[in-house]
């Protein structure tokens, strides 16, 4: 069983930046693609970015040179470092580790990050 766990949301002013972070449980980390989502109030969850076992990245174009996915596999840790926030950042951003072989797929309970003036 793997837990996913979340930290680091808050309020920030436009233009400010963030941390989030997401310690995951259980043993199969190293092995798995961690990924950062968020949700919007009336809106469907989206991909914010991802991250493979190998450091490969991928970023939806919105947050593209504004928002950073890294990952420490000996602290089972993945991170999403956020600059330059816009009012639109604002949602719930949830952590999600899963495996494209073995079909393990997890999220965490999600944190709110609000960009207001």
């Known amino acids: 069983q793997v837990q996913l766990v979340e930290s680091g949301g808050g309020m920030v002013q436009p233009g400010g930046s963030l941390r989030l972070s997401c310690a995951a449980s259980?043993?199969?980390?190293?092995?798995?693609?961690m990924g950062w989502y968020r949700q919007a109030p009336g809106k469907e969850r989206e991909l914010v970015a991802t991250?493979?076992?190998?450091?490969?990245?991928n970023y939806a174009d919105s947050v593209k040179g504004r928002f950073t996915i890294s990952r420490d596999n000996p602290k089972n840790t993945v991170y999403l470092q956020m600059n330059s926030l816009k009012p639109e950042d604002t949602a719930v951003y949830y952590c999600?580790?899963?495996?494209?072989?073995?079909?393990?797929?997890?999220w965490g309970q999600g944190t709110q990050v609000t960009v207001s003036s």
């Open positions: 999600r580790l899963f495996t494209t072989n073995d079909g393990y797929n997890y």
């Open positions: 259980g043993n199969i980390f190293s092995i798995a693609v």
């Open positions: 991250i493979t076992t190998g450091g490969y990245t």
